[in-house]
């Protein structure tokens, strides 16, 4: 997502979304009596929705999930890893909030930038309730939930985004693909030893990887990368969803910095469209299902673009355990 768009959503949210729990009803029965109007979705699914709401009517008081048209396959479970399209509109606004569709491919050429999230888990951009009603769906499937920002949003609606708890806000989410894999799944097999002047990796199990620089070595300037463990799953292609386990350390003093397993375990994020580090993209595009990937990065691929970044000036190395795509 652009950067601008994203901070239009976020400013949503005052913090995080941890501190909703509770689900919103994902029948299309809703959660109770639809007393009001329901907006009115036109567009099928993979396409930008047009949204619009009845001229006199009043908004539905309860929360209003719906499944304005059914994809096929097999229904998205709780824990499934999806890759979403979805807009957010205000009741009467007329004004897009946020959304994938606002986002256009990097460089012209690259698939549109989409969500990809765990469902039932913490989301930066859609709140768990309307994450939730994904539920029991099916992936190319078109999805409308309304309700107040109160309701959907909850304790953690920020005050100076300029919605009230009691606006309503319009929801169409496009659940693209879904895919189930163990969150504390991670790459199988005989590890390589790291190539000269590469870090060296210790990758035990269920835990981050350490990772050792060489001594006295001087960080490459380009984009240097090594398969430790060769996967035979599918190639990983530009626009889908990537899921994995992964740990960072700074080339500069090995210091850790990030680890999927600091986190809960396996991430997802959207590669080859300019969501993640240029690195990334260049990276583990092409790479497999299975591998086992050593990313060095230089700055102009990682946080370099980026100078309020406490990253900026630091060359990252990466162990990437690619578990699957959705």
């Known amino acids: 997502m652009n950067y601008n768009m994203k901070r239009r959503v976020a400013a949503l949210l005052a913090v995080p979304a941890l501190l909703l729990t509770a689900a919103c009803g994902s029948d299309d029965d809703s959660n109770g009596d639809k007393t009001g109007g329901v907006a009115q979705v036109d567009g099928k699914a993979g396409e930008k929705p047009e949204i619009s709401v009845p001229e006199d009517g009043k908004p539905s008081e ?5 499944t304005v048209s059914e994809g096929s396959g ?7 890893y999806v890759r979403l399209d979805w807009t957010v509109e ?5 004004q897009e909030l946020g959304g994938t569709w606002a986002a256009p491919a990097a460089d012209g050429k690259a698939p549109h930038q989409q969500s990809v999230e765990q469902v039932g888990k ?26 107040t920002a109160g309701e959907l949003i909850g304790e953690s609606l920020n005050p100076s985004s300029g919605i009230a708890a009691k606006d309503v806000l319009i929801w169409v989410v496009d659940p693209v ?9 991670e790459v199988k097999g005989e590890q390589a030893a790291s190539e000269e002047g590469m870090p060296e990796v210790k990758a035990p199990s269920q835990k981050a990887a350490t990772i050792t620089v060489p001594k006295g070595a001087k960080a490459p300037e380009k984009l240097t990368q090594q398969v430790l463990i ?21 080339w500069e ?13 396996a991430t997802a994020f959207q590669i080859g469209t300019g969501a993640v580090v240029a690195g990334w993209d260049q990276g583990l595009v092409g790479k497999n299902v299975g591998d086992r990937v050593l990313l060095v990065i230089p700055p ?24 699957g795509t959705v």
Request: aromatic share 6%; hydrophobic share 35%; charged share 25%.
């Open 62 to 66: 309860k929360t209003v999930v719906e």
């Open 74 to 80: 097999t229904a998205i479970k709780a824990s499934d």
């Open 90 to 94: 205000k009741w009467g606004g007329d």
């Open 122 to 147: 913490q989301s930066r951009q859609l709140p768990p309730k309307v994450l939730d009603a994904l539920k029991g769906k099916k992936p190319g499937s078109r999805i409308l939930v309304q309700g």
């Open 177 to 185: 693909g879904a895919a189930a894999v163990d969150a504390k799944a």
């Open 230 to 250: 060769k996967g035979d799953g599918k190639k990983v292609e530009a626009g889908q969803g990537l899921i994995a386990q992964y740990t960072g350390v700074k």
């Open 253 to 265: 003093d090995g210091e850790k910095f990030d680890s999927s397993w600091d986190h809960g375990g």
């Open 300 to 323: 102009s691929l990682g946080y370099g673009s980026s100078p309020d970044s406490e990253l900026a000036k630091n060359t990252l190395v990466f162990v990437v355990d690619i578990l």
